[in-house]
């Protein structure tokens, strides 16, 4: 019962969300998709940025959310159908190649992002023209490193 009192006094106070995180944590599931969604999206413009895949390894395992690795791999094939040069799109085949065989990102991860990606291709390609060639390179490109199977890179909806 003190426990609980105790608890209440803490939820109750102003602020008392941020005092909690500080004293129990808020890893993993606990943390809201919108602040995931946030920490992915930084953690790729610091990849793209220092190139150096073994602090996203760290930092993507340290968010505890392994059943929303889908997240990275769907926004990373965004960034690559939203850039206009070669290198987001060879650094982020180079990640992806890199968590898939460190098996950071498993293959119902992988799967579910690309899947994510081809329903949400028309809406992209909206924004971005020329979004279903790139998208259908670099699918080609994943599917030769081993990243994807073949059932998924015939999934790939073209122009």
Known sequence: RAALDRATVLLSMTKGGKRIDNVWGSGGGQQSVKHLVKEIDMLLKEYLLSGDVLEVERSLQELEVPHFHHELVYEAIVMVLESTGEKTFKMILDLLKSLWRSSVITMDQMKRGYERVYREIPDINLDVPHSYSVLERFVEE???????????????PSR
């Open 142 to 156: 994943c599917f030769q490193a081993g990243i994807i199977s073949k059932p998924l890179r015939d999934l790939c």
